[in-house]
């Protein structure tokens, strides 16, 4: 099972992967949890590209986007253990989310794998702000509104759950459990 964390930055996708883990573990599940961009050296250029001046324009962008998916390319091997339950931090729906054309991102990334379930982490684009620590580019308000209402419609195509990522951490977690709880055969209405 391949359930992807989505959202904008600040949604507060790390805080909840953690505490989804730890509620998976106690029932008996073994998890892994990855975070994209990874540690990897395309990893790092990423990091360091999101920090340009110029990190929101046209070239850049679609520099990204081939280094997002080649990125996703180094760690395809190991999604593949269906033992385990993956809890991600992104995945190839955040280039269809940031990165533009979509038809283009998708070849980019056909051979990434397709999520069993996307948890979205909706959050009012003024609040992300505030929460993030606005060290890249990506961070401010016009770029992420757009972001934002991309994955509202991207979701649309994958199993997806939408959670309000306004509402207070234990809120929020337990919402999240609600969602994943029929996909992976625990009982939803149990969950406080
Ligand atoms: P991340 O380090 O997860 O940022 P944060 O911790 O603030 O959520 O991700 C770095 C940035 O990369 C984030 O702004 C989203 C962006 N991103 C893309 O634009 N395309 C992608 O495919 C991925 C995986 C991330």
């Not at 998890?31 to 324009?57: C, F, H, N, W, Y």
């Not at 972001?147 to 337990?174: C, H, P």
């Amino acid at each position: 099972m391949y359930i992807v964390f989505e959202g904008i930055d600040g949604a507060g996708k790390s805080t909840q992967i953690l505490q989804t883990k730890e509620w998976l573990e106690e029932n008996g599940y073994e998890v892994e949890t990855m975070v994209e961009p990874t540690d990897s050296p395309i990893g790092k250029l990423i990091r360091k590209t999101l920090q340009r001046k110029d990190a929101t324009s046209d070239g850049i962008q679609k520099t990204l986007g081939l280094l997002f998916a080649a990125d996703r390319m180094l760690i395809m091997d190991e999604l593949t253990d269906d033992k385990k339950i993956i809890l991600s931090d992104r995945s190839f729906i955040s280039s269809l989310a940031y990165q533009q054309p979509a038809e283009w991102i998708y070849e980019i990334n056909k051979y990434a794998k397709k999520p069993d379930l996307v948890v979205l982490l909706d959050l009012d684009v003024k609040k992300s702000v505030l929460r993030s620590n606005q060290e890249d580019e990506f961070e401010n308000e016009e770029f992420l509104t757009e972001v934002r209402s991309n994955y509202l419609e991207i979701v649309k195509d994958f199993n997806y759950k939408i959670i309000d990522a306004g509402n207070g951490v234990n809120k929020v977690s337990s919402d999240i459990k609600k969602a994943i709880a029929p996909y992976v055969g625990l009982c939803a209405d149990c969950i406080l």
